[in-house]
């Protein structure tokens, strides 16, 4: 089985990402199935929550609903959907009506409950002039950080996402001097260096992959969001298990040792959910029988 494309795909220049919730008593699989090979879905990627699977009567093999995890003085909110599609494209209008087709194509008993504009930003930097997902695996290294390489028809291919979207306080941040700002993340903006003596409370110290037993590699697609008020990241990582995910989240809020990851005082989550991404079948469209349709 082979994993949805799109997954590997550099971030596009624009993008939308949908979370949609399902009303009590609405039988999920005409909405799902009409999604499985929509034209519409196109360069997309799609994602099943826990509820879903549920309503469907389905016990997905590592997937369960995203932790309300807390910290010292911290906190990551669980806003766990029941289905999410990240949608991508060159054109901001193009993505609208791709956007809408779906919600169309969905039916009665779904409700849009969360849409973020996503956008890349100057080559692909995080608002706040960071380079973002620069330890990203490439190759064969990204293929394992990402999809599931064995187990059952219609999982085996498939994978994880982790999604949160992030609040900048971009102004209190851009008010720091450039050597606070760089001492927060653990590199340097002007070359995107890793500072060797950053503190253990930096980004990158709280957050390297490679420094989890057992390692927490995942492909990071993250992208900003916002306008002149309101802006962030809306923050997205595929992973082979959940695991590696909440590993590096516990210790980013401190939940490990008690230090909390220095960004943190200059961002906050206000959404958090896990999906599994079904592979796509050999026929074309998506394998939807770990789900059992």
């Not at 509820?51 to 906190?75: E, N, S, T």
């Not at 669980?78 to 791709?98: C, F, I, M, N, P």
């Not at 609040?167 to 903006?189: K, N, P, T």
Request: hydrophobic residues 40%; proline residues 7%; contains cysteine.
């Amino acid at each position: 089985m082979t994993p949805q494309p799109a997954i590997f795909r550099p971030v596009a220049p624009v993008g939308a990402a949908l979370v949609f919730d399902l009303d009590p008593d609405t039988d999920p699989r005409p909405g799902l199935l009409a999604l499985r090979a929509h034209p519409a879905l196109g360069d997309g990627v799609l994602g099943v929550g826990h509820p879903l699977a549920l309503a469907l009567g389905a016990a997905v093999d590592g997937l369960r609903g995203f932790p309300g995890l807390d910290g010292v003085g911290v906190a990551f909110p669980s806003t766990q959907g029941a289905l999410w599609l990240l949608l991508r494209g060159e054109e901001r209008g193009d993505v609208l009506d791709r956007a809408m087709t779906l919600h169309r194509a969905l039916g009665p008993g779904w409700r849009l409950r969360e849409e973020v504009d996503v956008f890349r930003y100057r080559g692909g930097r995080d608002l706040t002039g960071y380079e973002d997902g620069t330890e990203n695996p490439t190759g064969d290294a990204a293929v394992e950080a990402a999809v599931i390489a064995d187990g059952a028809p219609g999982r085996r291919g498939g994978g994880f996402v982790a999604v949160q979207r992030y609040v900048h306080d971009l102004a209190r941040f851009l008010s720091l001097g450039a050597e606070r700002r760089d001492a927060i993340i653990g590199r340097r903006a002007v070359d995107n260096t890793e500072i060797p003596d950053a503190v253990a409370t930096a980004h990158v110290k709280r957050s390297a992959q490679e420094s989890f037993d057992p390692p927490a590699f995942m492909l990071r697609r993250s992208m900003p969001w916002g306008g002149v008020l309101e802006h962030g990241l809306y923050f997205v990582a595929f992973v082979a298990e959940l695991d590696r995910f909440e590993r590096v989240l516990r210790r980013m809020a401190g939940r490990d040792d008690g230090q909390v990851d220095n960004l943190l005082t200059v961002s906050r989550a206000t959404s958090g959910g896990y999906y599994f991404c079904p592979p796509v079948a050999d026929g074309g469209g998506l394998d939807l029988r770990a789900l059992g349709l």
